[in-house]
Nanobody, 115 residues
Framework: QVQLVESGGGLVQPGGSLRLSCAASRSIFSFNVLDWYRRAPGKEREWVATITSGRTTNYADSVKGRFTISRDNAKNTVYLQMNTLNPEDTAVYYC?????????WGQGTQVTVSS
C-alpha cells in the first residue's frame, strides 16, 4: 500500500502563487504516472496535470502556461507550482499515482484564491 500526502494549500490572493507537494510513502521511481486533479465546489473532479516516469508533462488548457508539474524521485515527491492564480482555481487539489495496475490517491489539500 502506498500513501500520498498533499501539502502546501492555503489562501492566496488573485495573481499569487502556491506550490503544492505530494509526498509518497515509498519510492516514486517506478510510478508510471503522477497526476494532479482538483475538485471545485459544486463541480466534478477534473484533471489538472500529469508527469510520466520519463518526465513528459501534460496540462489542462485551463492551467497551461500557469502551472508546472515536476517530480523529485530522490525525495519521493511530486510538485505543482501554481502561478497567476485566479478565483476559478479554488478547489481541493489531489495527487494521484499509478504504478502497474494500482492507482493511489492522496487526501487532498484546499486551495482558495480570494481577495
Amino acid at each position: 500500500q502506498v500513501q500520498l500526502v498533499e501539502s502546501g494549500g492555503g489562501l492566496v490572493q488573485p495573481g499569487g502563487s502556491l506550490r503544492l507537494s505530494c509526498a509518497a510513502s515509498r519510492s516514486i521511481f517506478s510510478f508510471n504516472v503522477l497526476d494532479w486533479y482538483r475538485r471545485a465546489p459544486g463541480k466534478e473532479r477534473e484533471w489538472v496535470a500529469t508527469i510520466t516516469s520519463g518526465r513528459t508533462t501534460n496540462y489542462a488548457d485551463s492551467v497551461k502556461g500557469r502551472f508546472t508539474i515536476s517530480r523529485d524521485n530522490a525525495k519521493n515527491t511530486v510538485y505543482l507550482q501554481m502561478n497567476t492564480l485566479n478565483p476559478e482555481d479554488t478547489a481541493v487539489y489531489y495527487c494521484r499515482g499509478v504504478v502497474g495496475y494500482s492507482t493511489y490517491w492522496g487526501q487532498g489539500t484546499q486551495v482558495t484564491v480570494s481577495s
